[in-house]
Structure formats: structure tokens, C-alpha cells
């Protein structure tokens, strides 16, 4: 399968390509040339067959022209070593979690499969590939744990010293092994830029192959379409659609998540209807509104992994919907929350269901207690576990410890492992060329 740029100036690539890439040549993003549709009795039957089978027949229809099926069912199996379970959280309403990999958050998935995917892709290449990754948070410990320990690939991630929190630290400066964390002295925008200059310095591309992982590299992005599809499994399993439609709602940053659920919409599954549920960072609840896409900055929420004021993955729904706002539109409907909206729903959630969600979460929930109506069941992404935001949550529910799961507890005992780094790019270049590699 070959894939073309949302920006369409530059010619198609192999799959290998758009992986090791990441980004196209003219800026756009990789998109699959051909979605392809699921025949009516997959879904017939699909109640049947478990995550993992479902997850491979969806990879086999993405990269089955590229990778042969005992290969490609490794992979697949491999990166689902863990969960996506459905809890009733209210009356018609689910919570699909997703925290329940490595670092109890979404993210996990796509990392742990693209770490897998270009690992096959490298088999036979003997220089080591060196994947960079700026973060404020969350996307470092996803990459960071996703890739630990896979041969043939080193991790560099870069964060801003002093700004992501104790438990996020933890999660990527303990492992050791392939992972080497950077502390910069500055902001989350000086480590991207550091990374960014060194994309584009021909200088030391020449030396040595470097790599992103962030979600924008269709090996991320492609495998998130695996737990739409096993939701609707388990829901029909369970008797739940048989008088009722489908609706999902997912908690937006750079639109990744959501933009995997279209797709599989687009194989057929059957959705009567997307929500995207933003913070206030809402340019995309703008654009639905008025057809009118103004990024802007972003502000800080306490739904802070979509605290983005530029989505990314916006240009693959456009590409998607040929800009056709009027389709768009009417595909996703959009819901936006205050921080002070967000603690009452987190409070209201906690009191009345006895569940506690996540602020990403919370507005998930809000969202379908706001659009179902009676024909209607609702699946909110529950996109990390709440323990991620301790603080946050502790406040609102006003007490006790929010137990931390055992694999965060873990990794707070690890040994903190990083090097310094300045901001300044001929620090940072000097000191990758200067590892022993
Ligand atoms: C990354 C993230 C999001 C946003 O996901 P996108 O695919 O960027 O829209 C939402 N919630 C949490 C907890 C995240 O880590």
C-alpha cells in the first residue's frame, strides 16, 4: 500500500518509508491510499472473536500488502498484552479504558505497535536508528516504554525541566537500557525545537539516522482504530446494540485518537456518531461551529494532554472529508469544558456513579450526558487512569489517596537517570554525536 501526503506535493511512499519518515517531505502527513471496508458479516460476527483477533484482521486490511500475516500477527499480539476493557460507568453510558498498558494511558498502544513495526522494518539494516522525541509529559513515557528494549533502536527523549510532574519523570527516566532521558533547561517548545533542528541539520543526518514518534507517524496513529472495534465487539457481545446506535465520544488534543475512529467508521464500522471533547483549547469546537479553522496558542487546562491550540492530525480530517465542512460537521459533533466544568463533572461522576474518571475523561462523559437520546449507547475513551492526575483529583472529590496502580508505583522507585542539557541546538548536536553508539 502506498501512502500520499496531505499536503499532495510530493510523491507516494511505501509503507517502510512513511514509518521510518514519520512526516512527508512537503510538511503534510502520511495518509493510507485506500481505506479498505470490512465485508457486512465481519460484523456479524464479530462478538466472537477476541481484541487480538480483531485487532489483527483491522492491521491486516492497513499493512497486510506489506507485511506477511505470521509477522504481522506477532506484532499485533504483542503490543495488546494488555486490556481495553468497557466499564458502565451510567445508563447507556461506558467508559472504554485505556490506561491499562504500561503507562496507564492510550498512547501506549500506538507506541508499543510502531515500536514493533519498525523494528521488522530495520531487521536487516545494521546502523542504529535513533528516535527523538520532545515531550511534555505523557508522549515521552508512552515512546519511552514502547520502544524499551527493542534491538537496533535508541530513544532520546527531551523534556522541560521542572514542568511535567514526579510520576510523568519517573516513567521515562528509570528504565535505562535503550532510553536516555535529556533534561533541558527551558520549555517544551525549545526541547521540540532542539529535536525539529535536528531533523533538518543535513550535517548530522548524514551520520546518523534519526527518527520522531509522535503521533503524527501513521504507525501510531493507524493502530488506535483497533479498540473502536473491539468496543462495538464486547457492546454487541453483551446485548447492548441490539435496539440501539453507537456513539463515541473522545477526548481531543491533536485529534489522533479521534481521527483512528473515523477510519474505522470508514472500514464500516457502524457509528452513528463521532464527539470530539475538548478543553478549552477548542479550535476545532470553532471550526465545527463556523467552518472557520484559526489555530491559536494553546492555554494551560487541567486536561493537559489536550492543551494543543494547533491540532496536527486536523489536516487528515480534512484530507479524509475533502474539506467539505458541511461533512465534517456532521460526522463529529464538538463539546467544549472549562477546568471549573471539569471538576464538577469529575465530582457529580464520582458521587452519583461511584466512578472516578480522569479530567480527560470527565469530559467524555459530559459530552454523551449531554447529546444521547433515547435510541443511543455511549462509549467515552477513557484516555489515562486517574492516578496520572492525582493532584487534580484528589482536590476535587476532597479526599484520600487515589491509589497509585502498582505499575506507577514501580516506576517511582526506580533510580532517576537523565542528563543536563541547555536549550541551545550546538549542545544538543554535540552531544549526540559524541555517544558512543
Ligand atoms: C494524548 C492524550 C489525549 C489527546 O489525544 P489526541 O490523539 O492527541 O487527540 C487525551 N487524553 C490523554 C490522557 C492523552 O495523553
Known amino acids: 500500500m502506498k501512502y500520499y501526503s496531505t499536503n499532495k506535493n510530493t ?32 460484523f456479524e ?62 498512547k ?19 546502523k542504529l536508528v535513533n528516535v527523538l522525541v520532545a515531550t511534555s509529559g505523557d508522549t515521552g513515557s508512552a515512546v519511552a516504554n514502547g520502544f524499551l528494549g527493542v534491538e537496533g533502536i535508541h530513544v532520546y527523549v527531551l523534556y522541560p525541566k521542572g514542568k511535567v510532574s514526579t510520576i510523568q519523570e519517573s516513567q521515562f527516566t528509570t528504565l535505562g537500557q535503550n532510553i536516555t532521558a535529556l533534561e533541558v533547561e527551558g520549555t517544551f ?28 507517524n501513521v504507525a501510531r496513529f493507524l493502530p488506535q482504530a483497533f479498540y473502536y472495534f473491539n468496543a462495538y465487539a464486547r457492546l454487541k457481545e453483551a446485548g447492548k446494540l441490539d435496539d440501539k446506535k453507537l456513539v463515541f465520544s473522545v477526548p481531543s488534543g491533536n485529534f489522533g485518537n479521534l481521527t483512528a475512529g473515523l477510519i474505522a467508521a470508514e472500514m464500516g464500522l457502524p457509528v452513528k456518531q463521532f464527539i470530539a471533547a475538548n478543553n478549552e483549547n477548542d479550535v476545532v469546537f470553532q471550526y465545527l461551529e463556523s467552518g472557520e479553522y484559526k489555530p491559536r496558542p494553546s492555554v494551560e487546562t487541567i486536561a493537559n494532554a489536550m492543551d494543543v491550540g494547533a491540532p496536527s492530525n486536523f489536516a487528515r480530517i480534512l484530507d479524509l472529508y475533502k474539506n467539505d465542512h458541511s461533512v465534517i460537521a456532521k460526522k463529529i459533533k464538538g463539546y467544549r469544558y472549562s477546568d471549573e466544568e471539569i471538576r464538577k463533572v469529575i465530582l457529580k461522576v464520582y458521587n452519583e456513579q461511584e466512578y472516578l474518571c480522569d479530567p480527560h475523561g470527565a469530559c467524555g462523559y459530559q459530552s454523551l450526558s449531554e447529546y444521547l437520546s ?32 502498582n505499575k506507577l508505583a514501580a516506576f517511582m522507585k526506580g533510580e532517576k537517570q537523565r542528563e543536563l542539557m541547555t536549550s541551545a541546538y550546538e549542545d544538543f548536536k554535540s552531544y549526540l554525536q559524541n555517544r558512543p553508539v
Open 11 to 42: 510523491p507516494d511512499v511505501s509503507l517502510k518509508e512513511a514509518v521510518v519518515k514519520g512526516l512527508a517531505a512537503d510538511n503534510g502527513l502520511f495518509m493510507p491510499e485506500r481505506i479498505e471496508k470490512f465485508e457486512p458479516a465481519f
Open 45 to 106: 460476527n464479530i462478538q466472537h472473536l477476541s481484541f487480538q483477533e480483531i485487532a489483527f484482521e483491522v492491521a491486516n486490511k492497513f499493512f497486510g500488502e506489506d507485511i506477511e500475516e505470521a509477522k504481522l500477527k506477532e506484532i499485533v499480539y504483542d503490543t495488546l498484552q494488555f486490556d481495553c476493557p468497557l466499564v458502565k460507568v451510567a445508563d447507556s453510558i461506558y467508559s472504554l479504558e485505556l490506561f491499562h498498558g504500561p503507562t496507564l494511558a492510550f
Open 108 to 126: 501506549d498502544v500506538g507506541a508499543r505497535f510502531m515500536a514493533r513495526l519498525l523494528h521488522h522494518f530495520l531487521d536487516k539494516q545494521e
Open 189 to 216: 517548545d525549545d526541547c521540540q525545537y532542539l529535536v525539529k533542528t535536528a531533523f533538518l541539520d543535513e550535517e548530522l543526518n548524514k551520520k546518523m539516522v534519526l527518527t520522531s514518534a509522535n503521533s503524527i
Open 374 to 405: 433515547e435510541h443511543e449507547v455511549g462509549v467515552f475513551l477513557e484516555t489515562a487512569h486517574p492516578a496520572k492526575f492525582t493532584e487534580t483529583v484528589e482536590k476535587v472529590i476532597g479526599k484520600g489517596e487515589v491509589k497509585l496502580p
